[in-house]
């Protein structure tokens, strides 16, 4: 009986972290080709969460359909944040960089609060009670298909990156910059677009972590902390690294929650990524730089 | 076919060319000689639209492209083998050439132009799965050249193309470069190598200091003694 509630908590854990991973995966993306770190990472997954809740409370709409539209909304809006506005800062400092991205966090999460108020907010769908017998294995409806959505969303962004044009474009930024600037590559608007690919990241997994966890204007920095766990545990850069992040952190949630208390996860989060960075300070998937 | 009048352009404060006016004529291999710098490097870059030039004007068959960005330069046909060769070291040698081959100039030609690639160098279709990175300094350099011949390219500019490289290949790469001026590939060549590419060199500019002191036929040039006492140690 009780190795049943483990492996129950576990699996759930590992759906809700499959989410986590996806959302992780915008950010690697980003900062792997662009080397911006995106601070307002977290304040645009609130962004997807809101808009998936006005979806759903104004047209009926399930935050599970519209895991698309809403990582096409979000794919615009980071598009058009980078070309409009990061982009004229890829030759400047860090620190400005920084304080730019931070100044956008700032201005989304406020925004939020004067639209939606403090209040936290949530969606009931007709199958958020619902949930599959597998053996002695009791799932969580919700949590199975947001995971076999992130699954499949993650595994056709893998497919792009290996296999269209536009994806081996992209990874030639990545790999040198000045290499893509002499073949002729518009490097802007590749940069445009990856910043654009990582924000559907949020897009979708935002769409689906609304049916997860209730959402607050106040939500944003600690999901852009803990994408940055994720990343760095999973190894920067690498988007299988952050999958595989987020699956543990994902784990090592649900497993605090149940072995101490659900408040006490951020804890173990962080004690798995001090573990890492003893051990392993390029993350478990990441390359040692050369 | 290319003209260069009057071009000053700065790194931050440093001034890096002063007043540099040149010309490329169609189908000549022309070489640029100079210490290191001398402001060779910074030239190339930017008729490529990779630096922006703070006075002069740049101009490709009767088009002004003074200050477009690189990615419009390259599609009129004015390509690059840049200073250290500049692959992409994780991508593959098939995905370096299908990079080099994404100027929407190039789309038509593609397979015609890799069996072009593969025919100079067969080598590389040897090592299609390869990564870049992994390949030995002369097959990169050669790759460099192969991805820049996938854009269909009417000019390239050549830079420091032997850098490095085991005297045997240098050999073969020159001979590569003076084939391909022979096909009515238009060159520049920047080179440390002097009296090599003063030789190849229908025209020679010798830069110093970010200015054009000397200017004339490439054996011409060979035969001066400024020339001979600098850069040949004679």
């Known amino acids: 009986m009780a190795a049943e509630i483990y492996l129950n908590v576990a699996v759930s854990g590992l759906l809700t972290g499959l989410v986590y991973g996806l959302m992780a995966v915008g950010l690697s993306v980003i900062f792997g080709v662009v080397r911006v770190v995106n601070f307002a990472h977290g304040e645009m997954m609130t962004i997807a969460m809101y808009l998936a809740i006005v979806l759903f409370n104004g047209f009926g709409l399930d935050p599970l359909i519209m895991v698309v539209p809403l990582a096409a909304v979000l794919f615009a809006l980071g598009y058009a944040m980078q070309a409009g506005i990061i982009n004229p800062f890829i030759t400047r400092p860090e620190h400005s960089q920084f304080i730019l991205l931070v100044a956008m966090a700032l201005i989304i999460a406020n925004v939020l609060l004067i639209v939606f108020g403090p209040d936290a907010r949530s969606v009931q769908t007709p199958y958020s009670f619902d949930s599959f017998l597998v053996g002695p294995l009791i799932i969580d409806a919700t949590k199975a298909y947001a995971g076999a959505a992130t699954v499949v969303i993650t595994a056709a962004l893998f497919g792009f990156f290996r296999f269209a044009p536009l994806g081996k474009a992209i990874r030639a930024c990545a790999d040198n910059y000045t290499g893509a600037l002499v073949v002729g590559l518009n490097v802007k608007r590749l940069y445009a677009l990856t910043f654009g690919l990582g924000a559907a990241c949020v897009g979708a997994a935002g769409s689906m972590l609304v049916l997860l966890v209730d959402v607050t204007p106040a939500l944003g920095p600690a999901l852009t902390l803990l994408a940055f766990i994720i990343v760095i545990t999973g190894g920067l850069g690498s988007m299988p690294g952050a999958v595989l992040g987020g699956v543990l952190i994902g784990l090592t949630e649900a497993m605090a929650g149940l072995f101490f208390t659900p408040s006490a996860k951020s804890m173990f989060s962080f004690a798995l990524l001090v573990l890492v960075l003893l051990f392993r300070p390029q993350g478990i998937l990441g390359k040692r730089p050369s | ?234």
């Open chain 2, 1 to 234: 076919m290319l003209r260069i009048e009057n071009l000053d352009v700065f790194h931050g404060d440093a001034q890096a060319l002063d007043d540099v006016s040149l010309e490329i004529d169609e189908g000549a291999i022309v070489a640029i000689v100079g210490a290191n710098g001398a402001g060779k490097t910074s030239l190339i870059r930017t008729i490529a639209g990779m630096l922006r030039p703070a006075r002069g004007r740049i101009a490709f068959r009767d088009t002004d492209i003074t200050g477009w960005e690189s990615y419009r330069v390259c599609n009129l046909g004015i390509g690059q083998v840049a200073e250290g060769r500049q692959v992409f070291p994780t991508l593959s040698v098939a995905e370096n050439l299908d990079v080099g081959a994404m100027l929407p100039r190039a789309r038509g030609a593609q397979t015609a132009n890799l069996q072009r690639v593969f025919g100079l160098f067969p080598v590389l279709a040897e090592r299609l799965a390869q990564p870049a990175g992994t390949l030995s300094g002369g097959e990169q350099q050669m790759l460099a050249i192969g991805r820049c011949l996938m854009g269909a390219p009417e000019l390239v500019m050549f830079d420091e193309p032997s850098l490095g490289l085991a005297p045997a290949v240098v050999q073969q790469l020159l001979r590569t470069i003076r084939d391909l001026n022979r096909e009515g590939l238009t060159c520049v060549l920047v080179e440390q190598n002097v009296a090599v590419s003063l030789k190849l060199a229908a025209h020679a500019y010798v830069l110093e200091n970010g200015r054009i002191t000397l200017a004339g036929p490439g054996e011409e040039l060979l035969a001066d003694d400024r020339v001979r006492r600098a850069y040949l140690g004679l």
